[in-house]
């Protein structure tokens, strides 16, 4: 009995390891699809024949990427709004966070149903803009930052983390004769690394993918990001049937090649920042959803 129940849960392991490892490789397709055609030879590219390995390697289209203005302007305002948009939110996400998390807050259920009621209706995107307008934010670097500052979502998720915390070590510090915020700088941050590295990731990912708010609020092209420079670099290919663009860098380039390239360069930076944190992504995610 002993060994049949040991062969059923080795064969759900191997089942499992099977599923994850074609999850995986489906994942992973794309990407290796796009570089291998982003270096191929541009008559290959053009017939169609590179899949997942490339051929006739050279590397013209990232050069004609690279050598690009827009592309550079572009690194540039997306690097400034993370930066800057990925501090102010962590910052305002924990003091609002660390608030919500005390038991004595006056109104605390109240301000925690607000802000769940934010999570269900919102004014949509007519009435956020006029916000955005009358506050004078239009073209400026705020508006990419300030009108989603804080995420309804990760503040319940730093909250919960929060409350978990050992109330004896606040106690402690208020002994020691803290204030609230010399807790929250002193012993609640220091425990709180897995949680804030995740959060940090989080608002990094969605303010680098965020081409909307800047189609809405960005008329000046030395604000616009990275991602909406490629925007208007893949949309080429969906306007006729062209097989050859010199829309970067000036220099002609196969279309198919080109458009991969943009896509990896304005891609794999933000790809490349999760191995560093990973071993805190689990950690962080799991910790301030188990409690409610």
């Not at 129940?5 to 099977?18: A, E, H, K, S």
């Not at 006739?56 to 690009?68: E, G, N, S, T």
């Not at 959060?199 to 909406?228: E, G, H």
């Not at 990896?264 to 790809?271: A, K, Q």
Request: glycine fraction near 6%.
């Amino acid at each position: 009995m002993v060994t049949i129940r040991n062969t059923r849960i080795r064969l759900f392991d191997v089942m499992n390891m099977l599923l994850m490892a074609l999850f995986a490789c489906s994942m992973l397709f794309p990407f290796l699809h796009m570089a291998a055609v982003s270096v191929s030879s541009a008559d290959l590219v053009v017939r169609n024949e590179i899949f997942l390995w490339p051929q006739d390697i050279h590397f013209d289209a990232y050069k004609a990427v690279l050598q690009d203005k827009r592309i550079l302007t572009g690194y540039k305002n997306t690097i400034i709004y993370v930066v800057l948009g990925t501090s102010l939110s962590l910052i305002f996400t924990t003091m609002g966070a660390y608030a919500l998390s005390r038991k004595n807050l006056v109104f605390g259920k109240t301000f925690m149903l607000l802000v769940v009621f934010t999570m269900l209706f919102t004014g949509g995107m007519i009435p956020t803009y006029l916000v955005v307008r009358s506050y004078g934010l239009l073209d400026t670097r705020w508006a990419m930052v300030l009108p989603g500052l804080v995420s309804s979502w990760y503040l319940i998720i730093m909250r919960t983390f929060f409350q978990g915390i050992p109330r004896e070590l606040e106690e402690s510090g208020k002994i020691d004769g803290l204030s609230d915020l010399g807790i929250l700088l002193r012993i609640v941050l220091p425990l709180s690394k897995p949680v804030m590295l995740t959060i940090s990731l989080f608002y990094a990912v969605v303010i680098w993918s965020n081409f909307y708010s800047a189609l809405i609020y960005i008329r000046d092209a030395d604000l616009l990001p990275l991602q909406v420079t490629i925007r208007n670099i893949v949309m080429i290919g969906q306007v006729g049937d062209m097989t050859v663009s010199t829309a970067v860098g000036g220099k002609a380039v196969v279309l198919e090649s080109l458009k991969y390239a943009v896509i990896l360069v304005g891609t794999l930076p933000i790809l490349l920042i999760y191995p560093f944190i990973q071993k805190y992504f689990v950690q962080g995610t799991m910790i301030g959803s188990v409690k409610g």
